[in-house]
């Protein structure tokens, strides 16, 4: 499950992933982001990874069809375990000119001034 909110950072949205993402998650990923994305200027995103058990295959699918929304995107920080450190690492090399950070979970104050700044 993702749950979307904007926050009290400019141009920055906050995704919280629970559990498997699935096609019906990333659908609603998209709505949220139309609505929100500034008029003007990039996105960050503040993606916190609680319990992430992957992808479904059409979860993937439909995640794959947001690639056309790149290079509106600005910075990533990644809040999750270490086990998490390497695909947030793979995800950089998928976002090219796209900064991506990551952070342990009791850093998340760290990762907002990082997405801030």
């Given at each position: 499950m993702i749950t979307m909110?904007?926050?009290?950072?400019?141009?920055?949205?906050?995704c919280e992933v629970n559990g498997k993402i699935t096609e019906e998650d990333?659908?609603?990923?998209?709505?949220?982001y139309q609505m929100h994305k500034p008029d003007q200027g990039k996105v960050n995103f503040l993606i916190v990874l609680n319990n992430m058990e992957g992808f479904t295959f059409k979860g993937l699918m439909e995640?794959?069809?947001?690639a056309k929304h790149m290079k509106e995107?600005?910075?990533?920080?990644?809040?999750?375990?270490?086990?998490?450190?390497?695909?947030?690492?793979?995800?950089?090399?998928?976002?090219?000119?796209?900064?991506?950070?990551?952070f342990s979970h009791n850093e998340e104050e760290k990762a907002k001034e990082y997405l801030a700044a």
């Open positions: 909110k904007p926050t009290d950072i400019q141009n920055t949205i906050r990333l659908k609603s990923f998209e709505e949220f995640d794959l069809k947001l995107f600005n910075k990533f920080a990644i809040v999750s375990d270490e086990k998490w450190v390497e695909a947030s690492t793979e995800l950089e090399d998928l976002l090219p000119g796209v900064d991506v950070e990551h």
